[in-house]
């Protein structure tokens, strides 16, 4: 569970004979997760692809081209048979679809043109003048645009090249007439506007008013969208045909390019190959038994080796394998390929050892209950083959983190809610992975929040739950928003520390167990001094030594009379000697911190500078309490706006969920303070805006659940958790073959 699937190195040699058949068989398999010849072996070189993987490729890609012209998706077939004549039919299909989409290509550029003429004639129509008018000149100069009227009139008249001009206006679109001198250059307007902030426009070729020439520009351009129409309907009728044959073509080359191509990762020789690879160490019965059956003797299937890395990747042990079938290859192959398998056996070494120099991958081996949260796991890192994988830990720590910080059981059974959602309707593994992460976290959510009383925000399942049904008076507790209850806020800012003390002694733990690997000496120098300090300081901050000049809160949250009332007031000093000249006494606390400390600095002096981490980490758990005050905060607001509420002469806070505003004085006289009368009670339209209120911004504070708990809960996993034992970097297992989802065998 914590360790990645066992995983072991095969080998399979054999004659090229039988290579077509040895690769058909592994890869409807799909168990061996193939490993690349990088070319290093003496008389060997990779394969190359089998005949007809280049016409295969080149189907390949005009399928998908197609897929793409019709917009084809994966869940639009059925799973049957290709029939013997598919190639014709692809072809066919190919042809239809093409000329459809070449005809559309050209109908979209005609459509583009004519928008664009129109755009370009609608300054024209402002100006009422018919187009015709506005060129074919010999003796004037006529241009067309939109600037500053007086800037444009000023600079024409002080060009010395127009000896006349006019200009029309229409909304900002100025027609410029000029009659230029006898020396004048081609454009004088041109000329005179260089200085002018002016937009050029050109005058379409027509004789027709601005009117007339839109009109036949819109008629083209409904013709173009009809044929447009036709031609998707036509596009969309050969999708539902083709659609399953399609698919199953694709399917079909998929697997033929795979196979053909699979010799280029193989060791070969004229006569011989070697393939080599990795497999789930359970399942090495199961591929020998079917290369058996496949080709029977003609191929030697080995287990090189079954791989157990330490956490740095080097070879702490790999236990020796004898297991194989016996080699064998066609009798016409056999005087040939002597010295073949004279160089496999020199390079196999009797397949006793590992040939090509590669990891194994990664299948990562948790319950199904904690499978979503390998999403989590990957986004960071795939866990090495050789490090534990902290999936589990993952599960067990992230949901809790969260429902602490939310703690509501109205807003926990909406994120169960969505969650099951996401994980029952979509099926991309991801959006699944995280429907389940969402459900768990609802789970810790809802609990917690009965933990607290709460459901979105109002108190009203405590004294029912806690009081009335199992007469428990601990419960609920408070989340300290109340200035009655001010305790209980920094009571959860304790509570928070005391949760990333057990969890980052979890991972120093496990990073101890990570480092057994290198010996026990190793193990305790470099992650037993985190241990020893991290609970050497910790305790020495919550023990009675200079108590005086500690934050009061930290000895009184689990006072008898304090928010979690345990009895707990601190450690004692266990003191052990008073140093001389600076009169300070050594407690047994700061004597196990300052025994990690010289070990770590023996281990690697370079992490001394980091030896405070063992405080400055634990203090980054505050932000959950932070949280969880900020996110009752929001729903305090959001309830306060829309019920009211007032406090009673004890300090306690009230929603006016039942009572007008007007019950508080009646009831508690002039001991009582009504904080906000509430939309409720405000008359038809506050109530109407008041549910707008209500409704928003519980789905604000939903929603903000997850971009801040959420978010929050990851980092401390990450950052602080992950940082202490986990590196991650593994391959993941990707095996030689494909699952037939549309075409049968």
Partial sequence: MLRPERMSKVSVTGSRGVMPTVIETVHKLSLVHLSDYDGSWEGFDNGNPMEGADQASEKLVTVRALESTLDLSADEADPGRLEDDWEARLEETRTRVNELDDRRSEVNNELREINEKIDRVAP??????????????????????????????????????????????????????AAPTEDADEAPIDDALVSVEFTRYEVPDTEQSPEEYVSDLENRKQKLESQLDEIDTE?????REEASFLLRVEEELTIEVQQAEAPLQFATTEHAFVAEGWIPTDEYDRLVATLNDAVGDSVEVEELERADYDRHGAHSHTEEVQKGTPAGADEEDDGAADADEQQQKAVTDGGSTVTMGDEPPVVQNNPSVAKPFELLVQAVNRPKYSELDPTIFLFLTFPVFFGFMIGDVGYGIMYVAIGAYMATRFDSKGITSLGGVAIWAGLFTILFGAIYGEIFGLHVLGEVL???????????????????????????????????????????ILDFYENLSHGVKDAL??????????????????????????????FDTFASDGPFPIGFTGFPEWGLVTIPGIDFLLTAPLLVFLIGLVMLGISDPVELVESLDVVVNVFSYTRMGAVLLAKAGMAFVVNLLFFGGYEDPDGAFH??????????????????????????????????????????????????????????????????????????????????????NHTED
């Avoid at 600037?147 to 060009?159: K, N, R, T």
């Avoid at 006019?166 to 909304?171: A, L, R």
């Avoid at 009081?467 to 300290?480: A, F, Q, R, S, T």
């Avoid at 789905?699 to 202490?724: D, H, M, P, W």
Wanted: negative net charge; charged residues 15%.
């Fill in 124 to 177: 024209f129509a402002a100006l009422g003048i018919d187009l015709d008018l506005l060129s074919g000149y010999e003796t004037v100069d006529v241009l067309v645009g939109e600037g500053p009227l007086d800037e444009v009139e000023a600079a024409v008249a002080a060009s010395d090249d127009i000896r006349a001009f006019e200009t029309f206006t229409g909304g900002d679109v100025v027609a410029i007439v």
């Fill in 235 to 239: 596009l969309e009728e050969i999708k």
């Fill in 466 to 508: 806690w009081h009335d049904l199992l007469h428990v008076e601990l419960l609920p507790l408070n989340k300290g928003l109340e200035p009655a209850a001010a305790d209980f806020a920094l009571g959860w800012m304790v509570v928070s520390v005391l949760a990333g003390i057990v969890h980052l002694n979890i991972g120093y």
């Fill in 525 to 554: 120098f470099h992650s037993g001094s985190w241990i020893l300090m991290i609970n050497g300081i910790w305790i020495w901050i919550f023990s009675e030594h200079v108590k005086g000049s500690k934050p009061g809160f930290l």
């Fill in 655 to 740: 929603f006016l969920r039942n009572h007008e505003p007007s019950y508080v004085a009646e009831h508690y006289g002039e001991g009582a303070e009504v904080i906000f009368g509430g939309l409720m009670h405000s008359g038809t339209a506050a109530l109407i805006g008041g549910l707008v209120i209500l409704v928003l911004g519980h789905i604000v504070v939903l929603v903000l659940g997850v971009t801040s708990a959420g978010l929050q809960a990851v980092r401390l996993e990450y950052v602080e958790f992950f940082n202490k034992f986990y590196e991650g970097g593994g391959e993941n297992y990707e095996p030689f073959g494909t699952d037939r």
